[in-house]
């Protein structure tokens, strides 16, 4: 698989990474539904098999099991993937999520992340979220630290706007941004990913398949009854009216597919890889087949015709 340069973290990662955020369970607000452990775990080495070779995982995600099951997964392994988690969402003893900026906080969660995972470093740490927002110079004069301290090995923020980033940039570079990006959630055109472009900073995008809605697999009948701890079932995106015309959407991604061998959620994550302000983009697997199923997205080369065709469509998608 080939890779592309990270912005200026100096690495080189594979135009797909494998999310995690899946795998966590269902047992918290953010959770998918019921996961099989095995299953995850397979997932996770089912990518690393096909060459995929970083991994992106949060604390939070099934509040601290899916960075247990990435660890698990990992361990053993002689050429291990880079490693890529966040903080800054903390969870209390009754399983309840809130944010955290605090230099002690993330130093707690640091020291939690690295020993779930079994690492020594992480590779790229993340601030998951930019809140609270008066308290973003310290969490990422935090960060610094932690760079120093070499138990990171660069740090990175997720869902910053530009004024946000500029205010970490005057304290210590920002090597990358993890936004949300699809075909049906564009904002970041406008002004983050020019900026990013402009100050080097590499970015990977998450839910390029708009959180398995353009996978190909999600069905009127299914989206509209996903289990009660799927927080997928409160997204307007899950529901009607949006619901009808974005499943329109994947008819045109699935026809577009049989050209290339490929299954809708493919041609959705290489729209997203055709943007040059994007490195890689973040593709969830809650077992191997669905691996097996998005990874060839990283060698998915669209024609102008076939872009041109999505756009069309989009831009006659009702608001």
Not at 121 to 148: N, S, V
Not at 188 to 213: A, N
Request: glycine share 8%; proline share 5%; with cysteine.
């Amino acid at each position: 698989m080939e890779k592309r340069r990270f912005g200026k973290t100096g690495m080189e990662i594979t135009p797909v990474g494998y999310g995690s955020w899946a795998i966590g369970g269902g047992n918290w607000s953010h959770g998918w539904g019921p996961q099989d452990d095995n299953s995850a775990i397979e997932a996770v080495q089912r990518a690393v098999e096909l060459g995929i070779n970083w991994i992106d995982t949060a604390a939070v995600y099934g509040l601290g099991h899916a960075e247990e099951l990435v660890g698990k997964a990992l361990d053993g392994l002689a050429d291990k993937p880079l490693i890529f988690t966040k903080c800054s969402l903390i969870w209390s003893h009754n399983r309840r999520v809130g944010n955290s900026l605090k230099r002690d906080s993330i130093w707690r969660e640091c020291e939690a992340s690295l020993m779930r995972l079994k690492t020594d470093a992480i590779d790229l740490y993340q601030i998951h979220w930019p809140y609270p927002d008066q308290d973003i110079e310290e969490g990422w004069r935090t960060m610094a630290e932690l760079k120093e301290e070499r138990m990171v090995k660069h740090i990175g923020v997720s869902n910053f706007n530009v004024e946000q980033m500029k205010r970490a940039q005057a304290i210590a570079p920002v090597e990358s941004l993890q936004p949300p990006y699809s075909m049906l959630r564009r904002d970041i055109e406008q002004e983050i990913l020019p900026f990013s472009m402009e100050q080097d900073i590499g970015v990977i995008v998450y839910s390029p398949m708009l959180s398995g809605m353009l996978s190909g697999s999600m069905t009127r009948e299914r989206a509209l009854h996903l289990p009660q701890n799927d927080w997928r079932r409160n997204n307007k995106e899950f529901q009607e009216p949006r619901l009808l015309h974005n499943l329109e959407l994947v008819e045109l991604l699935r026809t577009i597919g049989r050209k290339h061998d490929a299954s809708p959620g493919e041609v959705a994550i290489a729209w997203t890889l055709r943007h040059p302000g994007v490195t890689a983009a973040i593709v969830g697997g809650r077992s191997a087949e669905q691996v097996d199923g998005t990874a060839g997205a990283a060698a998915l080369s669209l024609s102008e015709e076939e872009a041109a065709a999505i756009e069309n469509f989009i831009d006659s998608m009702p608001d």
